[in-house]
Antibody
Framework: VQLVESGGGLVQPGGALRLSCAASGFTFGNYWMNWVRQAPGKGLEWVANVKPDSSEKFYVDAVRGRFTISRDNARNSLYLQMNSLRADDTAVYYC???????????????WGQGTLVTVAS | EIVLTQSPATLSLSPGERATLSCRASQSVYTYVAWYQQKPGQAPRLLIYDASNRATGIPARFSGSGSGTDFTLVISSLEPEDFAVYYCQQRKSLLTFGGGTKVEIK
């Protein structure tokens, strides 16, 4: 199992960024997928997840209405479109696979290495 | 939102000692709790799921217990590679993590 995030970088407050996660080594279309973030020196925060067929998506309150999770099963890829970015969105963003039990909310058994998003002027 | 409170924030122990980490939920989460280990510069690693089940490849020195609102992770005899930060996570209602416990070398 391999998950490789990309797309992070420095963006100004109010700006937008799109993160990508390339998956390999497993049948991507069978798993719920998640984004989890970690602010510098802080703990973990789940951000969003998406069902294998994209019919259900869930978000933490802090990003609902600003972030959009999506996936392309044909390309084995997960995305996070982040709009109206704020300083408190600064974090390492991890792509994480759920544990395969097809539950709406579950645990994360595989993680990428993360991509850093910095929101600053 | 279900809040998870981990204690202590820092645990200072020596290799070979027993580590006991606590996670308390603001309401019952049944046994829907996992534990993760995170080392500096690395992604978290799943250790325990559903309160007491070890994930694939996790050594037997790691054990979890609890139900309802109180959960415990025990490392029976600390190895040098076990010094890290540990997080609990619940899945009963959305997904939330505790603030973490750092296990440091005394």
């Amino acid at each position: 199992v391999q998950l490789v995030e990309s797309g992070g970088g420095l963006v100004q407050p109010g700006g937008a960024l799109r993160l990508s996660c390339a998956a390999s080594g497993f049948t991507f279309g069978n798993y719920w997928m998640n984004w989890v973030r970690q602010a510098p020196g802080k703990g973990l925060e789940w951000v969003a997840n998406v069902k294998p067929d994209s019919s259900e998506k869930f978000y933490v309150d802090a990003v609902r209405g600003r972030f959009t999770i999506s996936r392309d099963n044909a390309r084995n890829s997960l995305y996070l479109q982040m709009n109206s970015l704020r300083a408190d969105d600064t974090a390492v963003y991890y792509c994480a696979r759920d544990d395969g039990r097809s539950l709406r909310f579950s645990y994360f058994d595989s993680w990428g290495q993360g991509t850093l998003v910095t929101v600053a002027s | 939102e279900i809040v998870l409170t981990q204690s202590p924030a820092t645990l200072s122990l020596s290799p070979g000692e027993r580590a006991t980490l606590s996670c308390r939920a603001s309401q019952s989460v049944y046994t829907y709790v996992a534990w993760y280990q995170q080392k500096p510069g690395q992604a978290p690693r799943l250790l325990i799921y559903d309160a007491s089940n070890r994930a694939t490849g996790i050594p037997a020195r790691f054990s979890g217990s609890g139900s309802g609102t109180d959960f415990t992770l025990v490392i029976s005899s600390l190895e040098p590679e076990d010094f890290a930060v540990y997080y609990c996570q619940q899945r009963k209602s959305l997904l939330t993590f505790g603030g973490g416990t750092k296990v440091e070398i005394k």
